[in-house]
């Protein structure tokens, strides 16, 4: 008889350092990576992505003490209230998270929804000395085109999950992963609220991303998949056109999982932003 596949979830929770912070009115949980003395790296995620699902680039990244929280209706961060999952909502989440944290100087890095995040967090917040990674953001908004990802197939890809989904059949979304990337979402995708995801979504298509893009200044760069239907080509042209003074990066043969889809493209670009020998 075959015995069952180890859990990728048990193990990277094993590796971890776990930490439960009260910050802005929830719990929230804080997985850290890496060895002491490490630059501090803090990652805000994406809309269903639990802080595990961070791990396998931190392993990328040694250089780095590499900290993830869950955003709030994620993980092990606790539920909000119905209409409160607005970038307002999480840029004070992150805002809170990283005082209590008490690091010096991070390098703040945000994929997706997380990269939404940490650019609403930069205009409201004193951050001359924090370098800002923006990976992949959504530049959907008023009067745009949608988020190439429904509503629907989030919440459905939730219904699975919860019901016991397989590796297989998230491989339907994300044909290109690793087998244990597929393996760690199937353990892990439950553990989104979908009250928290549909609202995410909804702001995805209502909150404005460009007039928060036009305000960022200082150590800003924006690293964006060749083939992401999330950042297209006539965004990337109006990016460059609206803030000329922040970098684009592109990543070829990567979509918007950029790190999932193209690991060593993603650390060569993060690592040469941020002046990190290539180890």
């Not at 979402?185 to 991303?209: I, Q, W, Y």
Request: glycine share 8%.
């Amino acid at each position: 008889m075959t015995a069952p596949p180890r859990s990728p979830r048990d193990e990277i929770r094993g590796r971890a350092v776990h930490r439960t912070i009260p910050a802005n009115g929830l719990e929230h949980r804080v997985l850290t990576f890496g060895a002491e003395g490490g630059r501090d790296l803090v990652f805000v995620p994406g809309i269903t992505s639990p802080a595990e699902t961070a791990e396998f680039i931190a392993q990328a990244l040694p250089e780095f003490r590499f900290h993830v929280p869950d955003l709030r209706g994620r993980g092990g961060t606790g539920r909000a209230r119905a209409g409160e999952y607005t970038l307002d909502d999480y840029a004070a989440d992150l805002a809170a998270v990283l005082t209590a944290l008490e690091l010096d100087s991070p390098v703040l890095v945000g994929h997706s929804l997380g990269a939404r995040i940490v650019a609403r967090w930069a205009v409201r917040t004193p951050h001359d000395d924090v370098p800002l990674v923006l990976v992949d953001p959504p530049t959907s908004g008023p009067g745009r085109d949608p988020y190439p990802m429904t509503a629907r197939s989030f919440l459905t890809q939730l219904d699975e999950a919860r019901d016991g989904t397989t590796p297989d059949r998230i491989r339907h979304y994300f044909p290109h992963w690793p087998d244990r990337e597929l393996l760690l979402r199937a353990e892990v995708l439950g553990d989104c609220d979908p009250t928290a995801v549909a609202e995410s979504h909804r702001g995805f298509e209502t909150e404005d991303f460009f007039e928060i893009w036009d305000r960022l200044d200082g150590d800003v760069v924006l690293i964006y998949g060749g083939n992401s239907p999330v950042v297209p080509p006539a965004a990337v042209d109006e990016l460059a056109a609206r803030n000329p003074s922040v970098p684009l990066v592109r990543v070829p043969d990567a979509g918007h999982m950029i790190p999932w889809d193209n690991l060593p493209g993603f650390v060569r670009a993060l690592r040469s932003h941020l002046g990190s020998p290539t180890l």
